[in-house]
């Protein structure tokens, strides 16, 4: 026999079968969550053990640290492998590595995935003092990676939900029954979204303008996927419709 052949050909097979394991493996989802209003810190996590784990994603939740709120343990190092990056985080200044870490992500035209309060995620307002050395900000995050413009928010009245004539055949709102969603928490002001924006959902009040509420956008000279609701009170994870339509924007954002 020959053995030399014989190595050669078991190598390229096992190789074979390495690559095949290798792109088999489920994408991984990095989800920040930091904020103190939507308790994302327990819907987030519940979402991801019921949704996103039987899809399945390989999911990795970064919480912010209990004794200080601006610190994310073991995000910079969730972030080496992700795929997609998903934030739930409202006016924290992280260190320096974790916003380089974000824009690391997205500079390699990576995509993200954002709600509720990631409009103002790193943005500090006036009044607020500048971060403590070591910590950074990222004010133009809403603008710049969203397509946003958040300006505050009408109070807490539920918003009526309607889709944008022309996005009926958008996949993110494939089987998602709109009528079943509802805005709760206080519609936000995002008035009027930046250029190149895919605007999907309208939130209306009554008596009060008519705001989006969720939209797409390709961020960077690489084009990353951007999806943004500012929908995400913990009422709305209570909605099938929410939860499909949240899995249906994430998958957009992986090109799934």
């Known amino acids: 026999m020959n053995f030399s052949f014989f190595s050669r050909t078991l190598l390229i097979l096992v190789t074979a079968v390495g690559l095949q394991l ?21 819907t987030l ?7 996103l784990k039987a899809v399945p994603y390989r999911v990795t939740i970064i919480h912010a640290d209990a004794a200080d709120k601006n610190q994310f343990p073991g995000f910079v190092e969730a972030m080496h492998d992700a795929d997609l990056l998903f934030i739930s985080v409202r006016r924290r200044t992280p260190s320096v590595e974790v916003i380089d870490a974000v824009r690391a992500h997205l500079a390699a035209g990576k995509p993200l995935v954002g709600i509720r309060t990631a409009s103002h995620c790193f943005a500090l307002r ?23 413009n958040y300006t505050g928010h009408y109070g807490k009245d539920p918003a009526t939900i309607t889709r944008v004539p022309g996005s009926e055949s958008h996949p993110i709102l494939r089987d998602v ?46 084009k990353s996927r951007v999806f943004y609701t500012s929908m ?25």
């Open 22 to 42: 290798q792109a088999a493996e489920p994408p991984h989802i990095v989800i920040m969550i930091g904020e103190d209003e939507y308790q994302t810190w327990e």
């Open 177 to 222: 029954a709109v009528d079943g969603l509802i805005g709760h928490g206080g519609l936000y002001k995002n008035t009027p979204l930046q250029a190149g924006t895919t605007p999907l959902l309208m939130g209306t009040l009554a008596g009060q303008a008519t705001e989006p509420v969720a939209w797409t956008h390709l961020y960077g000279e690489k």
């Open 126 to 148: 006036p009044k607020d003092p500048k971060p403590k050395q070591g910590l950074g900000h990222w004010q133009e995050f809403d603008p710049q990676v969203l397509g946003g």
């Open 232 to 256: 995400g009170h913990w009422d709305d994870f209570k909605l099938p419709a929410f939860r499909r339509f949240l899995l249906n924007g994430i998958a957009w954002a992986l090109e799934k």
């Open 45 to 51: 996590p519940e979402f991801a053990v019921k949704e």
